[in-house]
């Protein structure tokens, strides 16, 4: 994925590439770059982007070969992670739940981090305590 930046440091356009060109998967990856860049030129923030792609589950998903993003649950989860992880700043991320799996380590053991690296479950509010 390539993402190109507006002079005032937002992203403006991206370019990803899936499967061959001419083939369902390649169109289908190209149509979602153009959607994705015309939301972006239109003033929609890569935070609401990246909110609504995020854990959007359908096949391809598992493991990827991005250190920084291991596991992604499709290719619209891996390409709103990658969007976020490279624009959008940690405080915001966090907020996301889009975190690398070193700023996951690097949380503090009781912290609450909902993303799927890390698996992490909210408390149970209805849990009896002793």
Not at 84 to 97: N, S
């Amino acid at each position: 994925m390539t993402t190109n930046q507006f002079p005032d440091g937002r992203p403006g356009e991206v370019f990803a590439r899936w499967g061959k060109d001419g083939s369902t998967a390649g169109g289908m990856m190209d149509a979602f770059s153009i959607m994705l860049s015309l939301a972006l030129q239109y003033g929609v923030p890569a935070e609401a982007i990246v909110a609504k792609l995020r854990d959007l589950r359908f096949e391809p998903f598992g493991m990827t070969d991005d250190d920084e993003i291991p596991d992604a649950s499709s290719i619209m989860d891996w390409v709103a992670r990658r969007l976020a992880l490279d624009w959008l700043p940690f405080d915001t991320r966090k907020d996301l739940g889009v975190l690398t799996t070193k700023e996951e380590a690097a949380l503090p053991a009781d912290a609450y981090a909902p993303t799927p690296l890390a698996r992490r479950q909210p408390p149970n509010p209805r849990a009896a305590t002793a």
